[in-house]
């Protein structure tokens, strides 16, 4: 895939009231100057509290809303809003809406997922049967959709967005209003929708739901993105009220030629010549001094406290592979704590 293909905004604003008061400052602008990428072939979430502007993002890349400032492209190409350019847009973009009754229209499940096709010049059966079929809904085609419970129209607004055939597909939070069978079940999609092919750009509150799916983790905060990476940084998450997931115990991670913090740690690590010199020079005994890392980490998942001290030229390392396990990270350099995130990575799927 090339650099282009990708669904991405250049400094976006947008607020609802902008002709009203479009002298103002910013405090009337839900986006405020938003930079967002959403590569194809992965599932991007965007993580944030309420009110943070998720929403409003998402429907800018399906055109459902139109910018006072900034531009849309899709795989390169600038978004147009004449009815040409909405209908060639929303041919490759499909929005699926976080209340299932705001999407559906159609009395019956088969009118409902033929609609949209319909719609774009798509006139074909065996689309419809195989949107129901991917979405377990085979047998449905007759039922009332107004007889349906939550999960089931969840499953019928994505079959009526697939049968429009779209390379990216965005869900406004998907798992809001689930059970816990629901997560499981809209997880099983999302990562099914991937294999398949399937961009997908996901909004949601819910970090146990991002984990499990995501490739890359976007968080957006009183309008602006403060956060781009393929880990989690849970410190923000925190202070941007996301709800977390479970977190296991901490590992903190001191250079060599840092001063050590006075801090209680069930374990002591050592990794590299230069940390384990300054350790003896300073008359610290390391608990673990053989497979260091892997065992800090073991212990971490645990639900100790490890801190590790390690050769500065090792920080990258430590920190690239305590991104596959669920616990805290903090690096602290001459005790001024340089770096604080934990890390979730998606690698497991």
């Known amino acids: 895939m090339g650099d282009c293909d990708m669904i991405e905004t250049r400094d976006l604003w947008f607020s609802y009231s902008y002709n009203r008061y479009r002298k103002g400052g910013d405090s009337e602008y839900i986006l405020k100057g938003v930079n967002f990428r959403a590569k194809k072939g992965e599932v991007t979430v965007l993580l944030g509290r309420n009110g943070a502007g998720k929403s409003t993002l998402l429907m800018h890349l399906n055109g459902l809303l139109k910018p006072n400032k900034g531009e849309i492209f899709v795989d390169g190409k600038k978004v147009r809003y004449s009815k040409k350019g909405l209908i060639e847009l929303r041919k490759k973009v499909g929005f699926v809406f976080q209340n299932p009754d705001d999407q559906i229209i159609a009395p019956t499940v088969w009118q409902e997922v033929a609609f949209g096709p319909k719609n774009i010049g798509i006139e074909d059966d065996g689309v419809i049967k195989e949107a129901l079929k991917s979405m377990g809904l085979e047998g449905y085609e007759n039922r009332l959709c107004n007889t349906l419970s939550g999960g089931e129209k969840k499953r019928l ?54 984990t499990s799916i995501a490739d890359r983790f976007v968080i957006i905060e009183d309008g602006r993105i403060i956060f781009d990476a393929d880990y989690i940084d849970y410190s923000l998450v925190e202070r941007c009220g996301i709800r977390l997931g479970y977190l296991r115990g901490e590992l903190i991670v001191v250079p060599h030629d840092s001063q050590l913090p006075k801090t209680d740690v069930d374990f002591i690590a050592v990794m590299g010549l230069k940390a384990r010199k300054k350790l003896e020079e300073i008359g610290i005994e390391a608990d673990i001094i053989s497979a260091s890392l892997e065992r800090a980490l073991l212990r971490a998942l645990g639900g100790n406290t490890v801190m590790l001290v390690c050769s500065r030229e090792m920080l990258n390392v430590v920190k690239r592979e305590a991104g596959n396990y669920p616990i805290r990270l903090r690096i602290l350099d001459n005790i001024k704590e340089v770096d604080s995130y934990s890390v979730i990575s998606n690698s497991g799927n």
């Open 157 to 210: 607004t994505i079959a009526s967005v697939l049968a429009m055939k779209p390379e990216y597909i965005i869900m406004d939070e998907p798992t809001s209003g689930l059970d816990g069978i629901g997560l499981k079940n809209m997880i099983r999609i999302v990562n099914r929708l991937r294999n398949e092919g399937k961009s997908l750009i996901i909004s949601t509150h819910d970090l146990d739901f991002a």
